[in-house]
């Protein structure tokens, strides 16, 4: 949507540079910060609909600020992109694991940050019309953001959010890692990883002590369910 603002975090004055232009000519507003420190006060100072954050960052490095910016209430729920130049798979499980909503290793393409960056800003699915999806205890209203469990509020981040309600619009179905890729990453052929650590996350948000479950089953080469189990 035209005029939202984004930070970009990275201490290369020449990817600053070429990711605002590109986010420019796509009608977003942007800042950025060069550290760590400067990235976390323009954060709660600009309120940013998304931050594109880079890894290795001088005075505090990506992976604390992430961490910080999930931990506080003004921006646990704003998506982070997350951005690395490590090829180890441990490096990118855990940016996934504190909290960012999406990565991207570079050298990158400018015209699938911007593709990403729509994705991850994209407020709900326009191919789905149901506006509330109830099963059992389990009440999702998507124009509100807002999954309730036995009418207590489930603490999600929006890609948490976007994921429940696409298991739960097929209930009891196996819905296939690429799908969920697709829909809540516009992205196929895509790295599963990110759906399987998102899945991890919130499987612990829905495990409330009770029965009957809300429980996620992974099914090998099918994907995922969303089901009750006693």
Known sequence: MPGQ????????????????????????????????????????????????????????????????????RQTASVPVLML?????????????????????????????????????????????????????DLRIEVDGETALLRGVPLDLSPTEFRLLEALARRMGRAVPREELLSKIWSFYGGDTRTVDVHIS?????????KNPALAVNSLRGRGYRLLWEE
């Open 84 to 136: 690395t130049a490590r090829r180890e798979e441990r490096d990118v499980v855990e940016g996934l694991e504190i909290g960012a909503d999406d990565y991207m290793k570079k050298p990158f393409s400018l015209s699938e940050l911007a593709a990403r960056v729509k994705a991850l800003l994209r407020r709900s699915d326009p191919g789905e019309t149901g506006r509330v999806v109830e099963d059992g």
């Open 5 to 72: 603002r984004i930070l970009i975090v990275e201490d290369e004055e020449a990817i600053v540079e070429v990711v605002s232009q590109t986010l420019r000519r796509h009608g977003y507003e942007t800042a950025s910060a060069a550290d760590g420190d400067d990235a976390l006060e323009k954060a709660f100072s600009l309120r940013p609909d998304l931050v594109i954050l880079d890894l290795m960052l001088p005075k505090m490095d990506g992976w604390e600020v992430c961490r910080r910016l999930k931990a506080d």
């Open 201 to 209: 996350r919130l499987r612990k948000k829905l495990d409330d002590g």
